[in-house]
């Protein structure tokens, strides 16, 4: 995201990259969701960088609007947000160990790839360290640096030897 909303009010404190990012990434899912692009183009792999913005830890609330709201919310798609988790990929960028253990279990390991950020300043400096240091077992720690992103570029590991 790079034009967020309320731009010239949220320069001040960093704000833009902080808080405006993230909620920019949310709304960019929220958009492909609720207009039913997803729907219609069925076999699209998208991923979200920054472990998805905000859209991970605001799946209920946005789920219980769709479900309270449909006249607002489900104008152009009657899918359940929530249904759409499995169609998604996230990158690891959180940088905490509570969020990315969050990311993991809402949507799994499987649809988690390692962000960099790279070139910008908010990257992690050792791209990779969140999820050597997250406690997950190997197989999981290795679906993260490398396996989710394989799968989402639907290349073989084999390519790598």
Known sequence: PWEMMGEVEIQKYWLAWLVGMPA?????ICSLIFSGVLEKLPKL????AHGGGSFPSTIGRIEH??????DLCAIDN??????????IYFDSLVHSPEMLRYLVDLVGPERVAL???????????????LIES???????????????????????KGLFK
Not at 65 to 70: A, H, Q
């Open 45 to 48: 792999r998208i991923a979200f």
């Open 134 to 156: 997250s406690g997950y077992d190997d197989q999981i720690k290795a679906t993260l640096l490398h396996g989710a992103a394989l799968n989402w570029l639907n290349l073989d």
């Open 78 to 87: 009657d899918v359940n947000p929530r249904e759409y988790l499995d169609r």
């Open 65 to 70: 609007g769709f479900n309270v709201r449909p």
């Open 115 to 129: 962000g960099t950020d790279y070139p910008f300043p908010l990257g992690e400096l050792a791209p990779g360290k």
């Open 24 to 28: 920019e990434t949310s709304r960019a």
